[in-house]
Structures are given as structure tokens and as C-alpha cells.
């Protein structure tokens, strides 16, 4: 899977056998311009090019299926979001309506521990809020939503976070942040989202709104033993159970397999045929698989589908690396 963060470390180390490089398309060759050719002529002559070459320079392939199919894939996996080429068209430079980037869209409830007032406004109003994320018992800081507000919320979100106001940071690990009114964590807000980076920090978030009709869960004490703690008196971890239902009480695991035992006809016949579970092994297997992993074709995948003219159009994974990704086959 993409990680841009990862990119980010790699492209610092030019000796790198991590960065691969994906090549999408071929503008000259010879000597000859190929750029008023056709993206799939420039593509077949891209593929001859490169075949055999190094691994760590790559042709991106592509497939005749449906760009809507590709676009929610790409979300179900994680991606940013795709571009989408028409087939049949010539290369030009800049912004183009031959092709088109659409981002997936992530979003979540997050708890606010701050916000920014906007100076000087009558009424009273934010200028942004800072977000946080729980880790267990540890609420940690998780980025700003600059973003998202009209006149009338700003004005509704402070009033709204003005009873919660204290004196310091409600976060596990504070931070300096000298314009913060920090509050309790009571209130969550729907964030929106393009990424996280390696640090929890959530990349282009956008406010949408408070969540009145979500509570927050609070920390918990810590214990002697923290693993103690997390089994209790079951055997499932506390975290495997829901956290919006802070009341539930965790199965044992006999209770899980009799449990199954009942329902395992009428779950099969949503479940059969179906993944429940994705192991990635983007460089061979983690230190982490005992068993050996199955072998699979090395395809990085576009797609083409055809747009409201019926003109023939290639959509690829989007990703921070020059990568077309998608379903291998």
C-alpha cells in the first residue's frame, strides 16, 4: 500500500532499493515525438521499452474493467483516491480535461481539546480546532481543522465549547500551542480527511460538524498491570470489543465458539466465497508469517471505462508514488 510518509523517509536515502519508479507513459523515444499518439500507442511502446528492465523500474499495466469499480476499491483499500486517462487521447501538458483526480474521501468522529478564537469578532467565534485521538488510555494530540465553518457554526462551536474551558492541555503528551484554549474533551467533532501521517497527524482535515449525539468514552484508570487489566476476567482483549458500546461486556472465548456454532449456517451464506482478512506483503513475507505466502502475479492495475461521450478512458490508482494500483488478478 502507498504511504506517503514512508516516501517522504526513502527519497532521503538515494541508495534506496525501496523506491521503485512506475512508468504511466512515454513522450519521446528515438529521437521520435510520440506525444500527438494516442495514451494506448504511447503505452505499447512504453511496455516494450521497459520489459525485463530492473525492478526498480516498472510498467504500470492496466485492465478493461469499470473506473467506477477501480474508484471504490481504491477507497475499500486505503488510497487516496485515482486519476482517470482517456484512452484515446494525446498528451498534452497542464491541467487537461482528458484526465480527472478524484480523492477518496475518509472521515471519523474525533474528541476537540481546543480551539482558536477568531480575534477581534463580535460575536465571539473559532478560527479552528485542535482534534485528538485516544490510544488506549492516552488521548493524544491528532491535528487542526482550519476548514469546514460557516459564519453561523463558528459562532454555535464556540459558544458550545466555552463551559468546557481549562486551565491546561487534556492531552497525555502536551504540546505547545500558545493560541490553544484548551477544554475538556467532552464534544466530538465529524472530521474529514485525506490521510494520517506516521505521527497520528490527520493531512487537509476539514470540519463538518459537532457529533451532539455520540458521548465520549472516558479514560480509564491505570492499573499495576496493564495486560491484566485488558484481559480482566475474559478472555478477549477490551480492545477488541466496540468502543462505542463502553457498557459491553467482553466474551470468553468458548462463549465466541458457541456462539458461532449457532449461527454459523446463516453466517456462511453472507460470509462464504467472501475475504474476511488482508495480509499485505508489499516486499516479501514479514518477519511475522511462520508459513510461506502464496504467489501471486506482480501487476500493478489501471482500468478503463468509457465517459458520458462513450470515449474510452483509462482510470488508475492514485497514489504519492507514479503507481497504478488496483486489484491483481
Same mark, same amino acid.
Given at each position: 500500500?502507498?504511504?506517503?510518509?514512508?516516501?517522504?523517509?526513502?527519497?532521503?536515502?538515494?541508495?534506496?532499493?525501496?523506491?521503485?519508479?512506475?512508468?504511466?507513459?512515454?513522450?519521446?523515444?528515438?529521437?521520435?515525438?510520440?506525444?500527438?499518439?494516442?495514451?494506448?500507442?504511447?503505452?505499447?511502446?512504453? #511496455?516494450?521499452? *521497459? =520489459?525485463?528492465? +530492473?525492478?526498480?523500474?516498472?510498467?504500470?499495466?492496466?485492465? $478493461? %474493467?469499470?473506473? !467506477?469499480? &477501480?474508484?471504490?476499491?481504491?477507497?475499500?483499500?486505503?488510497?487516496?483516491?485515482?486519476?482517470?486517462?482517456?484512452?484515446?487521447?494525446?498528451?498534452?501538458?497542464?491541467?487537461?480535461?482528458?484526465?480527472?483526480?478524484?480523492?477518496?474521501?475518509?472521515?471519523?468522529?474525533?474528541?476537540?481539546?481546543?480551539?482558536?478564537?477568531?480575534?477581534?469578532?463580535?460575536?465571539?467565534?473559532?478560527?479552528?480546532?485542535?482534534?485528538?485521538?485516544?490510544?488506549?488510555?492516552?488521548?493524544?494530540?491528532?491535528?487542526?481543522?482550519?476548514?469546514?465553518?460557516?459564519?453561523?457554526?463558528?459562532?454555535?462551536?464556540?459558544?458550545?465549547?466555552?463551559?468546557?474551558?481549562?486551565?491546561?492541555?487534556?492531552?497525555? #503528551?502536551?504540546? *505547545? =500551542?500558545?493560541? +490553544?484554549?484548551?477544554?475538556?474533551?467532552?464534544?466530538?467533532? $465529524? %472530521?474529514?480527511? !485525506?490521510? &494520517?501521517?506516521?505521527?497520528?497527524?490527520?493531512?487537509?482535515?476539514?470540519?463538518?460538524?459537532?457529533?451532539?449525539?455520540?458521548?465520549?468514552?472516558?479514560?480509564?484508570?491505570?492499573?499495576?498491570?496493564?495486560?491484566?487489566?485488558?484481559?480482566?476476567?475474559?478472555?478477549?482483549?477490551?480492545?477488541?470489543?466496540?468502543?462505542?458500546?463502553?457498557?459491553?461486556?467482553?466474551?470468553?472465548?468458548?462463549?465466541?465458539?458457541?456462539?458461532?456454532?449457532?449461527?454459523?449456517?446463516?453466517?456462511?451464506?453472507?460470509?462464504?466465497?467472501?475475504?474476511?482478512?488482508?495480509?499485505?506483503?508489499?516486499?516479501?513475507?514479514?518477519?511475522?508469517?511462520?508459513?510461506?505466502?502464496?504467489?501471486?502475479?506482480?501487476?500493478?492495475?489501471?482500468?478503463?471505462?468509457?465517459?458520458?461521450?462513450?470515449?474510452?478512458?483509462?482510470?488508475?490508482?492514485?497514489?504519492?508514488?507514479?503507481?497504478?494500483?488496483?486489484?491483481?488478478?
Amino acid at each position: 500500500m502507498p504511504d506517503y510518509q514512508a516516501l517522504e523517509r526513502e527519497l532521503g536515502n538515494p541508495n534506496s532499493p525501496k523506491v521503485i519508479f512506475y512508468a504511466f507513459d512515454l513522450l519521446h523515444l528515438n529521437g521520435r515525438d510520440l506525444r500527438q499518439q494516442p495514451l494506448v500507442k504511447r503505452k505499447a511502446a512504453l #511496455e516494450k521499452l *521497459v =520489459k525485463d528492465r +530492473a525492478p526498480t523500474l516498472t510498467y504500470a499495466e492496466h485492465l $478493461e %474493467v469499470s473506473g !467506477s469499480d &477501480v474508484f471504490e476499491h481504491a477507497c475499500w483499500m486505503g488510497l487516496e483516491g485515482i486519476v482517470s486517462k482517456r484512452a484515446d487521447a494525446p498528451y498534452r501538458s497542464g491541467v487537461q480535461t482528458s484526465w480527472l483526480k478524484v480523492k477518496c474521501i475518509k472521515s471519523d468522529t474525533f474528541p476537540i481539546v481546543a480551539f482558536v478564537e477568531k480575534l477581534g469578532a463580535h460575536p465571539r467565534r473559532i478560527a479552528s480546532l485542535y482534534i485528538g485521538r485516544w490510544e488506549g488510555n492516552r488521548l493524544l494530540y491528532a491535528g487542526k481543522a482550519q476548514s469546514g465553518y460557516s459564519l453561523t457554526t463558528a459562532r454555535h462551536v464556540r459558544e458550545r465549547l466555552d463551559p468546557l474551558i481549562i486551565g491546561k492541555s487534556p492531552l497525555s #503528551e502536551p504540546i *505547545v =500551542k500558545p493560541k +490553544a484554549t484548551w477544554i475538556r474533551p467532552e464534544v466530538l467533532a $465529524e %472530521v474529514q480527511f !485525506s490521510g &494520517v501521517t506516521d505521527r497520528g497527524i490527520l493531512r487537509e482535515a476539514v470540519f463538518k460538524g459537532l457529533r451532539e449525539d455520540l458521548v465520549t468514552i472516558p479514560a480509564k484508570s491505570p492499573a499495576p498491570s496493564k495486560r491484566r487489566e485488558a484481559v480482566g476476567q475474559h478472555g478477549v482483549l477490551r480492545e477488541n470489543i466496540l468502543q462505542l458500546l463502553p457498557d459491553a461486556v467482553s466474551p470468553s472465548k468458548e462463549e465466541l465458539v458457541r456462539y458461532w456454532e449457532r449461527v454459523a449456517d446463516q453466517a456462511l451464506i453472507h460470509l462464504g466465497r467472501r475475504p474476511l482478512k488482508l495480509v499485505r506483503h508489499a516486499l516479501g513475507p514479514p518477519s511475522t508469517t511462520k508459513a510461506g505466502c502464496p504467489r501471486f502475479p506482480r501487476r500493478y492495475i489501471s482500468c478503463a471505462s468509457r465517459n458520458a461521450r462513450g470515449a474510452k478512458a483509462f482510470a488508475c490508482g492514485w497514489t504519492t508514488l507514479p503507481v497504478c494500483s488496483g486489484w491483481s488478478r
